[in-house]
């Protein structure tokens, strides 16, 4: 609990940063689009919220590095959307998908939840816990992102890597990033949590977005 307390107090003061309406605009880089495949879940699981690693109250957690996945959604001037659902989705320690044609289907991890949601609120801020990204065949270590901006149906799909990941470079996913901010806007540090007993790390990913208010 402490370890989660501490978490969130680094959280708020990372969130402080954009507080003042379009402070560092002119810095912000809009978030690539990129595939929403594979394999976004062909039946949502019943347990579908920001925690992946305990399925419906299962004593039993999932298998992985257990990282604290963070970040805010803004627009391109660096303003929070507030109320938009963000849902991740990834493979589990054994690379498996939550999907019925992913590969290592006999091997999934049971107690991962594969998936989840969290609908951000008046900072933009959302918040996981989940594992550190393992590679899937054909594919360097990703987390995968959609957003659904508020009043839309509409997912709008990116993904996340582990910066300096040795399988970066082969990616053909990663490749399709052809502006270079925009792909370093997408590599993410998993830091490891001072003082956490069990090795649990900490990962930000902001997603910017070309977003304008309905009125």
């Not at 959280?11 to 976004?40: C, D, I, K, W």
């Not at 660096?78 to 992913?102: F, K, M």
Request: glycine letters at 8%.
């Amino acid at each position: 609990m402490n370890n989660r307390r501490q978490f969130f107090s680094r959280l708020a003061a990372g969130s402080a940063l954009f507080n003042v309406p379009g402070l560092f605009a002119e810095q912000l880089v809009l978030t690539p689009r990129q595939t929403e495949g594979p394999f976004y879940p062909d039946k949502l699981p019943l347990d579908t919220d920001n925690d992946l690693l305990v399925v419906n109250g299962d004593i039993t957690p999932a298998v992985g590095d257990v990282t604290w996945l963070s970040g805010r959604i803004l627009d391109s001037r660096g303003e929070p959307i507030r109320n938009t659902l963000v849902e991740i989705w990834q493979v589990d320690n054994n690379g498996a998908y939550l999907h019925t044609r992913t590969n290592n289907r006999d091997k999934r991890d049971a107690h991962f939840q594969g998936f989840g949601r969290f609908l951000t609120g008046s900072t933009g801020e959302y918040v996981f816990r989940t594992i550190k990204p393992v590679p899937y065949p054909g594919r360097c270590p990703h987390i995968h992102f959609a957003v659904y901006s508020p009043g839309s149906t509409k997912r709008w799909t990116t993904q996340c890597y582990i910066a300096g990941h040795p399988a970066n470079a082969r990616d053909g996913v990663m490749r399709d990033v052809r502006d270079p901010k925009q792909l370093a806007s997408v590599m993410v540090p998993f830091v490891p949590i001072k003082d956490s007993k069990i090795g649990e790390l900490s990962a930000r990913f902001d997603i910017v977005m070309n977003y304008t208010p309905q009125t």
